[in-house]
């Protein structure tokens, strides 16, 4: 998700869980295990009111459970949700709404390992999570914005990142609008009233958050298929003829992570724009972006956001403490694209840009990658998570080695593909692959706030023949490990750079190269693999 635009930020872990800092909406449930959603909603042109029937399928995970409870936003205001009943079986239970919850009782205790259906019909106007209002051209339109945990704004769901299930939609809008949500179209039916119902779903399980519906009066392009994945551009009827700013980075973003990580999970890939500026949200199997991103190629945010549907959507992170786990990595694998279609230099641009908004974010937010979050819903989302966290792997990459890091990553998504993980699952796939012991490794660069600051100097000792090399770190706190490599420039002309390879372990160090003759010039990190603030001169 790039959220600095598009306004959806309205819209296990290395640290202690936060789950008892955290209101009730946000906590995990025990012995719940929700399989599959329906939700039926019903929308209009005269009111921003809907109607919904949701169809909840939860599997039971303990004996004995009198009661349990969904999110849902309570009616308060003139806005929110007011449930009207609660069913099972075709018989009513009893169900208090207060505070967001909405508490059901059970007609008969529960079993370990049985499955039950619940429907809760309810109407309400949205406090959050569904937006209405008019597009650029004045058009109405309505959008989800479920991140990070405001579906249960408008759908009575379990909104935790970690509970993911199976999930349709069925839209019953005026017939002009055309609707996309996740998965794939069942069908579209005409009711001979003005309206039709357009019936989509998603086979594949999803945490909530990604679930999505855009009703607007769009055009649509069917771009083909890509990696066997049927690729799709929605933007509004009067930008018709510019699909190809959407349908031709994605393409190239579908390639390359397919072929480089591992299959595409969902059933299509729908890039569609939506009312709002730029930026973009990663739902699975179909992305939102602003409609002025159907303005212009942007291949930066069409690859991070399609790669969020390999990391955030089918590998989910299990806390929000992991959030890095979905915005680092679709911003380094980004890069990667980059790196892949664009080369080398632009590779290289990218990362200086990263590393010197990890630093200014680091300074402003002070915390670290992975932490206890702080807030009272969802993540505490900054570029640290976003630039720093991509950065990481970057240095991860360096540590094990690219072929190792790709094993690692295929490795990663095969086993947790459709399901969560968190930090420590990537720490043993990476181990796995590489033969180390990565504690260290994850410890001081996510869990630390102050990247590692270097003040250094080299010179020629002409009667030793060595160039020697004085390094400190001058950050807070203990010193970083940091193997890191060193360019020599030989004095010859024409002559390729030396690398040498040294490991910094103390706030201070010297280290000495053997040189015959003295170097044009020593360089620190010149392959650009190290995240530090760093000045190095010849002394």
């Known amino acids: 998700m790039i959220r600095r635009l598009l306004q959806f930020a309205i819209a296990a872990s290395l640290l202690p869980s936060p789950l008892a800092a955290q209101p009730a909406h946000y906590g995990r449930q025990p012995g719940i295990d929700v399989q599959h959603y329906a939700f039926a909603v019903a929308l209009n042109d005269s009111t921003d009111e809907i109607a919904g029937d949701a169809t909840v399928t939860i599997k039971f995970t303990r004996d004995g459970l009198a009661t349990f409870f969904l999110d849902l936003a309570s009616a308060a205001g003139g806005k929110g949700m007011t449930v009207t009943a609660v069913t099972a079986d075709g018989s009513a239970l009893a169900y208090s709404h207060r505070d967001d919850r ?37 058009e109405r339109y309505f959008s989800s914005r479920n991140w990070p945990d405001l579906a249960h704004r408008w759908l009575p769901v379990i909104d935790h990142p970690s509970d993911k299930a199976t999930a349709e939609f069925i839209v019953t809008a005026p017939e002009k609008y055309l609707v996309v949500s996740n998965g794939l179209l069942q069908e579209e039916i005409l009711l001979g009233d003005g309206r039709k119902t357009t019936h989509w779903k998603q086979s594949v399980p999803t945490a909530i958050w990604l679930y999505n519906i855009a009703v607007a009066q769009f055009a649509v392009h069917h771009a083909g298929l890509v990696k066997g994945v049927e690729l799709q551009s929605w933007v509004a009827h ?21 072929e480089n990580i591992g299959p595409y999970s969902y059933e299509k890939l729908a890039n569609v724009a939506v009312a709002g500026g730029g930026g973009g949200m990663e739902h699975a199997s179909a992305i939102f972006y602003g409609e002025n ?53 632009a590779f290289v641009d990218a990362l200086v840009r990263g590393r010197t908004g990890a630093f200014r974010a680091e300074r402003q937010q002070k915390t670290a990658v992975v932490h206890q979050n702080a807030k009272a819903t969802g993540p505490d989302l900054t570029q640290v998570q976003y630039a720093k966290g991509g950065w990481i792997l970057h240095v991860l990459r360096g540590q094990v080695g690219t072929d190792n890091f790709w ?28 033969g180390q012991d990565l504690a260290w490794f994850f410890t001081q660069w996510l869990t630390r706030v102050d990247a590692p600051v270097i003040d250094g100097s080299w010179s020629y000792d002409a009667n030793a023949k060595k160039i020697i090399v004085e390094l400190a770190q001058t950050q807070p706190g203990q010193p970083y490990r940091m193997p890191m490599e060193v360019g020599v420039a030989p004095d010859s002309a024409g002559a390729p750079m030396k690398i040498e390879k040294i490991e910094m372990t103390q706030m201070k160090q010297r280290f000495e190269i053997p040189a015959d003759h003295a170097p044009r010039d020593v360089t620190l990190d010149p392959n650009v693999w190290m995240l530090m603030e760093a000045k190095f001169v010849k002394r």
Request: no cysteine.
């Open 102 to 138: 909405l508490n059901i009782t059970l007609g008969r205790a529960t079993k370990a390992g049985e499955q039950r259906k619940f429907t809760v019909r309810y109407h309400g106007i949205a406090s959050g999570g569904l937006a209405i209002g008019k597009n650029r051209y004045q």
């Open 407 to 434: 094993k690692g990553i295929q490795s990663y998504y095969k086993r947790y593909r459709d399901g969560s993980a968190t930090t420590d699952d990537l720490r043993r796939a990476m181990e796995e692959v590489s």
């Open 293 to 345: 991103s159907a303005d212009r190629p942007n291949a930066g945010l069409v690859s991070h956001e399609i790669a969020h549907q390999w990391f955030g959507d089918a590998v989910t992170e299990d806390e929000w403490d992991d959030v890095w786990l979905s915005e680092g990595f679709a911003t380094y694998f980004s890069n990667l694209f980059t790196e892949h279609y664009s080369g080398r230099e």
């Open 238 to 258: 009067q930008d018709a003829a510019k699909f190809a700013a959407l349908d031709e980075p994605g393409r190239q973003a579908v390639e390359f992570f397919s």
